[in-house]
Nanobody, 117 residues
Framework: QVQLVESGGGLVQAGGSLRIACAAS????????MGWYRQAPGKQRELVAS???????NYADSVKGRFTISRNDVNDTTYLQMNNLKPEDTGVYYC???????????WGQGTQVTVSS
């Protein structure tokens, strides 16, 4: 049973930065795409950033140029560096392994990111 544990969220003022992390049990990241999702209040969970096993990245338009996803497969950890945060970035952030429209693993608890104006 794979466990995904997100950490690093918090309260930050607009324009600030946070770096959140996702750690997994076992050696599972190698060879898999990894992604960060967020669920804003009253909205559906959406994929905001992804990274392939080869290091190719993709971002939702809303975060492009501000967020950077990275990975460390040795440590089974993926990170999301969030700069120039905006109030609309507020939400619960989750990691998972996207596979087309689906995800491979059970969702973790996520980490709350709150951006104040």
């Amino acid at each position: 049973q794979v466990q995904l544990v997100e950490s690093g969220g918090g309260l930050v003022q607009a324009g600030g930065s946070l770096r959140i992390a996702c750690a997994a049990s076992g050696s599972i990241f190698r060879g898999k795409d990894m992604g960060w999702y967020r669920q804003a209040p009253g909205k559906q969970r959406e994929l905001v950033a992804s990274i392939t096993s080869g290091g190719s990245t993709n971002y939702a338009d809303s975060v492009k140029g501000r967020f950077t996803i990275s990975r460390n497969d040795v440590n089974d950890t993926t990170y999301l560096q969030m700069n120039n945060l905006k109030p609309e970035d507020t939400g619960v952030y989750y990691c998972n392994a996207p596979i087309n429209r689906f995800v491979r693993f059970t969702w973790g608890q996520g980490t709350q990111v709150t951006v104040s104006s």
